[in-house]
């Protein structure tokens, strides 16, 4: 499934945050579309479609929430699921200041793509780390509803009270590869923009027609290569003033190095490090987001 040369001869989707805000509605949210950094993340690794799929939509949910936080913060926001009794038991991604990586992982290939039949059962915590202050913030939620997007709104709904709505979707296309798009809508309290605030509990009339209009927003049109963010924005509120900002560039990265690698295997008391060494008389440590592998000696040196 993985293309040897995504995007030849045409114009990428090309990876991008867009942030917006509708005064008039109330709204705020963001735009992600997925392009070179989501191929770069999959053909890292060799899943089954289904699978790919899963990871993509984790992806474009971790930019999603991640691109948020990297306009106040430079922390870093994880999503993981853990979980048992289906063919995925692990799934981790995050994101740090643009960066994006991930990975899953499975036995077997689940027959649908709902949580349940990926998962069976398991929670979702969604995690933000402040490395400046040490500050650590974790939400956690059961793997429910039809999607990872469904879970991560509950999340909201839940640890912050605030009304959100996720629309994501992952989609493979024959000349340019995996292409992912999402949409975040968030109610703004009316405190922050000078009103009255509101009560969590209402339902405003302004978020009943955002969530009304969101909702209409089709997975063809997120993973539309042709169809700017811009463009989609326009087609949701044309009524309002919509204003814009360009948020991070996404990118794959990992923060694998040599010398993590080499710091965490001398962790480890000498009899355990050798029943490590291979056949070819070193160590082979594979770095589970990137799939780079890192060759060390016996006594845990660069080999
Ligand atoms: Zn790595």
Not at 16 to 35: E, I, K, P, Q, S
Not at 76 to 98: E, I, M, N, S
Not at 136 to 149: H, I, K, M, N
Request: charged share 20%; aromatic share 6%.
């Amino acid at each position: 499934m993985t293309p040897t040369a995504p995007h030849e001869g045409l114009a990428p989707a090309a990876d991008r945050v867009l942030g917006f805000t509708v005064g008039a509605r109330n709204v705020r949210g963001r735009v992600v579309r997925l392009d070179a950094a989501l191929n770069a993340v999959l053909s890292a690794h060799a899943y089954p479609p289904v699978l790919s799929d899963l990871l993509g939509q984790a992806l474009v949910l971790t930019a999603l929430l991640g691109s948020t936080l990297a306009e106040e913060n430079d922390g870093q926001l994880t999503l993981q699921a853990q979980a048992k009794g289906g063919p995925v038991d692990l799934l981790v991604c995050d994101w740090r200041a643009g960066k994006v990586r991930g990975y899953l992982r499975h036995d077997g290939v689940p027959e649908a793509t709902d949580p349940a039949a990926l998962f069976g059962e398991g929670h979702l915590a969604i995690t933000l780390d402040f490395a400046a202050t040490g500050e650590r913030y974790q939400g956690v939620v059961p793997l429910e509803g039809a999607s990872l997007a469904d879970a991560a709104e509950f999340y909201f709904f839940q640890s912050e009270q605030l009304p959100t709505l996720f629309r994501v979707a992952v989609r493979w296309d024959e000349a340019r590869g995996w292409i992912g798009g999402g949409l975040l809508v968030q109610h703004l309290a009316r405190a922050e923009i000078g009103g009255e605030r509101l009560a969590v509990a209402d339902m405003h009339p302004d978020w009943s027609h955002v969530l009304a209009l969101a909702s209409t927003t089709s997975e063809a049109e997120l993973t539309d290569p042709d169809l700017s963010a811009e463009a989609l924005l326009w087609r949701l509120f044309h009524e309002e003033e919509v204003r814009v900002h360009d948020g991070p560039v996404p990118a794959r990265g990992c923060r694998c190095t040599l010398g993590h690698i080499t710091s965490v295997i001398a962790q480890f008391p000498d009899d355990e490090r050798a029943a490590m060494v291979g056949d070819d008389g070193r160590i082979t440590v594979d770095c589970a987001f990137c799939a780079r592998s890192f060759a060390l000696t016996p006594e845990g040196a660069a080999a």
